[in-house]
């Protein structure tokens, strides 16, 4: 009889774990993917939202503030990136203007600090490549970007240090509600549990629908990006939304903290949670969009596009959306609708779902052996160099380089092979060490890659998944 299982392993439901791994409970999260954050969570532009999107006053509002303001002491103890350039939300009309003024006021009612409405010629002075058409801009301080895969993984990492377990390639069927448990039934076998705890992202409605009558029509809806080569000095400074005209949806444009602009998304009802294709459609609406904000932004620079699909709620009108944390049934919590800015509102929605376990009489006897710091080490050409030199003394593979564009050597790849919650795949070794992830998108590593997995896991190439299974990188043998 475990105490909690956690269904999903995408952020809420990893935030979920490391906050329940400060007591003394037995809990296991259950994947449905080969890795971690395989749904909607591995694909957004890794913006903190400083929370004058939403509506005033709405727990999307409320959430997105605090969590934000929460991430700095979580990516402290976790060794997470984080930068807080700043956004400017800008106008190119009159109606433009009037939507930032209704930003102004949602921003205020949500309580986001350090918002200011500036000019045409302020907001240039902040961001020199925008347009000369803008005419205003709403500027908001707590607008961060974040490292988001290493955010994903160390969180989860933390979680399974204290003693949290993990579980892949197990997808829920059915949940069973009992007088004083649940039994959790997947493709592999059947669990028992005091507590469940249900972020399972698209499919969380579906899940829920096993307790209660279902309620919430949830549909999948896409969203493309681009992604730009590192900028250096000719990098954008801050985050840089529109007020949008008819046809433009949310599109925005973002720096990294690796050094990368992303833009987009695009946003379209697709039938299924797997239609992530990018589009002809998809890449022109976006650069038509971006050179609108930034008209001398290159394109050429472009070195790759991504689609992910998040969870839309359809049977309720847009101004009363929200967030849903939710009590399904006694000693069952789920997480529904939950879009962007999820990932900013995460923390805070996460201690709700635990405010309601504990409700509902969850044990919270202390672990004695929690630990909230993860101290995981940088890749090798990060390190000082009286690192490097002891390094490289204890294992010559440092001096191997796989990954040029993102410098990563075969010592790193050994390393995170012995790292809890290893990756399984190609795009699981790309979260862990941005390999493939550069200038050449794995044009050059990719095949010195294969050869070490190939190596490490005594499997033939063909055998190694880019992802999911039926995926391989390798078709056959020629001889």
């Known amino acids: 009889m475990l105490d909690v299982i956690i269904i999903g392993g995408g952020i809420l439901g990893v935030t979920t774990a490391r906050l329940l791994s400060r007591f003394n409970l037995d809990t296991l999260v259950l994947e449905k993917g080969a890795d971690l954050g395989e ?54 009309h009159r109606e433009g203007e009037e939507m930032i003024r209704e930003k102004y006021k949602k921003g205020l009612k949500n309580n986001v600090p350090d918002m200011e409405i500036l000019s045409g010629s302020e907001s240039r002075a902040l961001e020199p490549g925008l347009s000369d058409r803008v005419t205003m801009a709403l500027y908001a301080r707590t607008t961060g970007i974040i490292e988001l895969f290493s955010l994903l993984l160390r969180t989860a990492q933390s979680a399974e240090k204290n003693g949290v377990h993990f579980a892949f390639d197990e997808e829920v069927q059915e949940i069973i509600e009992h007088e004083n448990h649940f039994e959790v039934v997947t493709g592999r076998r059947s669990l028992n549990a005091r507590y469940v705890v249900n972020t399972a992202g698209g499919m969380a409605m579906a899940v829920e629908s096993g307790v209660r009558p279902q309620d919430l029509i949830i549909k999948p809806r896409c969203g493309q990006f681009l992604v730009f080569d590192r900028q250096g000095k000719d990098g954008i400074r801050h985050v840089l939304y529109q007020a949008q005209e008819t046809d433009e949806k949310g599109c925005l444009l973002a720096p990294s903290t690796e050094g990368n602009i992303i833009a987009g998304p695009t ?161 699981g070794l790309k979260k862990r060490l941005r390999t493939t992830m550069g200038r050449c998108q794995g044009s050059f590593c990719t095949p010195r890659i294969l050869e070490i997995l190939s190596r490490e896991w005594s499997v033939p190439p063909e055998k190694i998944m880019k992802e999911a299974p039926g995926s391989p990188f390798v078709k056959g043998r020629v001889k």
């Open 39 to 92: 749904g909607a969570s591995k694909a957004n532009s890794a913006v903190l939202a400083a929370g004058f999107h939403p509506r005033g006053g709405s727990l999307k509002g409320i959430s997105c503030v605090r969590g934000n303001a929460m991430y700095p002491q979580i990516c402290k103890e976790l060794g997470v990136e984080i930068a807080y350039p700043g956004s400017l939300f800008v106008a190119f």
């Open 267 to 427: 946003s379209q009802d697709v039938p299924d949670y797997k239609n992530v294709e990018t589009t002809d459609w998809g890449i022109h609406h976006i650069e038509k969009t971006a050179k609108k904000i930034l008209p001398d932004l290159d394109m050429g620079k472009v070195i790759t596009s991504f689609a992910g699909v998040r969870a839309n709620i359809k049977n309720v009108v847009k101004e009363e959306k929200d967030f849903i944390i939710r009590r399904s049934v006694p000693r069952m919590v789920s997480a529904l609708g939950i879009k962007n800015p999820g990932m900013t509102a995460a923390p805070y929605l996460c201690q709700m779902i635990l405010d309601l376990l504990i409700e509902d009489g969850l044990c919270t006897a202390p672990n004695p052996d929690y630990c909230p710091v993860l101290d995981l080490p940088k890749p090798f050409l990060k390190q000082t160099e009286n690192i490097q030199k002891k390094w490289y003394e204890q294992d010559h593979r440092y001096g191997n380089l796989v990954c040029r564009c993102e410098g990563i050597t075969e010592g790193d790849i050994l390393r995170v092979l012995r790292e809890p919650l290893p990756p399984k795949n190609m795009n």
